[in-house]
């Protein structure tokens, strides 16, 4: 009788291990804990609707305009892996006029889930390189270069990125065109670590 309750308890305890072990690793998928990504190509309108998150509402709070939708590639392998939305809001520019920082909101629609990011309030920014220094490489005609970047918080996501905390970062070069046209994005690259 006793080696039968003990051979009961052991199989108890075995499958709350397992289910516990089961949740754990539901929340994160066969997602890698760090996502590097990039993409260099034109500016693309944003218009796509606003995702439905409580982040999101709270964030935006009516304030926000769309800004750009991306394609995004894994910065190693050049693979597919999704697409960014992107909003912006309370736009902050130096009295000098040379550089400008914004809040940033990304929805970053991956293939394995959605992670939704946000830089704050003054947590994206960028400023114009002297043309002496670097000249747009991308666009024809005269332009100026911007370079900047963001850092922020994971605010929220779905799927395999469901429980997702951790940061983000990215980093840019944009050449803007001096008689307006398209922007272009000369290397822009994420990195996100999840906790």
């Known amino acids: 009788m006793k080696a039968k309750l003990i051979c009961a308890l052991g199989v108890v305890l075995l499958g709350a291990v397992f289910a516990s072990y089961a949740a754990g690793a539901g929340g994160q998928g066969n997602s890698p804990p760090n996502i590097v990504l990039s993409y260099n190509g034109p500016a693309i309108a944003n218009t ?22 991306l ?45 939704y990011v946000d830089s704050g309030s003054n947590g994206t920014c960028g400023a114009a390189i002297d043309p002496s220094l670097k000249q ?20 929220g996501g779905t799927r395999g990125y469901w429980n997702s905390t951790g940061t983000y970062t990215d980093r840019t070069f944009v050449d803007v065109p001096t008689s307006g046209g398209n922007n272009y994005y000369d290397q822009l690259f994420f990195s996100i670590s999840r906790k």
């Open 48 to 69: 796509h609707s606003a995702p439905n998150t409580p982040a999101f509402a709270s964030w935006c709070d009516s304030s926000c305009s769309p800004s750009v939708n």
């Open 71 to 115: 394609p995004v590639y894994d910065a190693s392998t050049l693979q597919r892996e999704g697409s960014i939305y992107v909003w912006t809001k309370d736009f902050d520019y130096a009295s000098n006029g040379l550089s400008e920082c914004f809040g940033e909101f990304v929805w970053f629609a991956l293939n394995d889930g959605d992670i």
């Open 136 to 155: 747009p490489t991308h666009i024809t005609g005269p332009g100026t270069v911007l370079a900047g970047g963001a850092d922020g918080t994971i605010v």
